[in-house]
């Protein structure tokens, strides 16, 4: 079988990076037929289903489960919360020079905390406050002072938990229609999409969220409501014991 992959380097645009990725895949199609074997495969949101279901993987043996938060987090919103947070790597595929650029267009209150190979593009621009890689208790204490989170990821994300804490601490998320974003994000309903790559787009998402109070307000309240009910460590643990269970009799039946 011929590695395209590799040939083109089509994993950060790099031919050594990519033989490991490639090699990866290729064992994975190879051990498909393995997968028969198995009873229940978990999968975080609709749109990694869907993935699954485009090689053709059996859709009785998925199960969607998304990515939960513990209640040993200490979460609590400030009454007065104000400014834009990005909360992630400093990497290209994370979208942040998406971000500097749109600030660049719109002059807003931004927080930037994380590491990455892009640090120096936010330690010499002096209209970010830049706060640097922070522990997940700092990053908390932050983001409950924070209205909204900015989520500007160009890639396919698994379930980010950031956008759960967002959930949890009344941070209304801005995010790109993307991936499973889509999945847990719904425009306007419990967050705000933006088209991705559009850093225009997402300068005239900011200035909505900005002008529309009322809107966010309910926006925020829906996010609360659909954590509490989707997202916490006792709703998630329900929800495995039951996958297990299904699992074991089908198991058994068989």
Known sequence: MKLLGIKFGCYQDS????????????????????????????????????????????????????????????????ANKSGFLYASRLSEEKGILDLIIAHKKFNFDLTVCGDGPLKKELTSNKNIKYLGFLKKIDLIKIMEKSKFLIFPSKWYEGFPITILEAFSLETIVIAPNLGSITSIIKNKKNGILFTPNDTEDLVNKIKWALSNENKCEEIKKNAKKEFQEKYSDQVNYKMLIKIYEEAIKENKNN
């Open 15 to 78: 031919i050594i990076k990519s033989i490991p990725v490639s090699l990866m895949i290729l064992k994975y199609r190879k051990g498909l037929t393995l997968l028969n074997k198995v009873n229940k495969v978990i999968v975080l949101t609709e749109f990694n289903k869907q993935k699954f279901l485009g090689i053709n993987f059996p859709e009785n043996k998925i199960v969607v489960k998304p990515n939960f938060i513990t209640s040993n987090l200490r979460l609590n919103p400030a």
